[in-house]
């Protein structure tokens, strides 16, 4: 991965690792879907209302994805470090800021000096899966679930929750 450090910290990603049975929960979680079978060649098990599926296989893959991004050629991400103040109320530790259009690379924001704590490893984590989602390195299934709900998101007016 092309990683861009901009006053983030070469060594922050390292410091900020969790445990990924934690982060498949979490996203399941997140998508208000059950958990996932255990099985790598199960069917479609996750359903959520938009009718969004993913296997079992597709979460370890996305989750590879994760882990892989850091060494990988194949996928740009820019981390810019940000003052507490121009954080989003709803990330005020890390936020995944989108897509460049033209370049393809993702961008992630962290807070400066964030605390070491599980809340803000699972705040990095998800970052990096969004990122990894939305460049398509995770694949095209975790493309189009990207795609599907950023469109849904997008379509939402501009005082509602966010998905």
Same mark, same amino acid.
């Given at each position: 991965?092309?990683?861009?450090?901009?006053?983030?910290?070469?060594?922050?990603?390292?410091?900020?690792?969790?445990?990924?049975?934690?982060?498949?929960?979490?996203?399941?979680?997140?998508?208000?879907?059950?958990?996932?079978?255990?099985?790598?060649?199960?069917?479609?098990?996750?359903?959520?209302?938009?009718? $969004?599926?993913?296997? +079992?296989?597709?979460? #370890?893959?996305?989750?590879? !994805? /994760?882990?892989?991004?850091?060494? =990988? %050629?194949?996928?740009?991400?820019?981390?810019?470090?940000?003052?507490?103040?121009?954080?989003?109320?709803?990330?005020? $530790?890390?936020?995944? +800021?989108?897509?460049? #259009?033209?370049?393809?690379? !993702? /961008?992630?924001?962290?807070?400066? =000096? %964030?605390?070491?704590?599980?809340?803000?490893?699972?705040?990095?984590?998800?970052?990096?899966?969004?990122?990894?989602?939305?460049?398509?390195? +995770?694949?095209?299934?975790?493309?189009?679930?990207?795609?599907?709900?950023?469109?849904?998101?997008?379509?939402?007016?501009?005082?509602?929750?966010?998905?």
């Amino acid at each position: 991965m092309s990683v861009i450090w901009e006053a983030a910290g070469r060594g922050l990603l390292k410091r900020l690792t969790m445990k990924l049975s934690v982060l498949l929960l979490a996203f399941c979680a997140a998508l208000g879907a059950p958990a996932v079978a255990q099985s790598p060649n199960a069917q479609p098990t996750t359903r959520s209302a938009q009718d $969004i599926q993913f296997t +079992a296989h597709d979460v #370890a893959t996305l989750l590879k !994805a /994760t882990q892989d991004a850091e060494a =990988s %050629p194949n996928i740009t991400i820019k981390i810019v470090g940000k003052p507490a103040t121009d954080m989003p109320a709803y990330d005020p $530790i890390v936020h995944f +800021a989108g897509i460049d #259009a033209n370049s393809g690379a !993702a /961008t992630i924001w962290i807070v400066h =000096s %964030p605390d070491k704590t599980p809340a803000a490893a699972q705040a990095l984590r998800a970052a990096m899966e969004l990122a990894c989602m939305g460049t398509g390195f +995770a694949g095209p299934t975790w493309k189009a679930i990207y795609d599907k709900v950023a469109a849904m998101d997008a379509a939402l007016p501009s005082n509602a929750e966010s998905l």
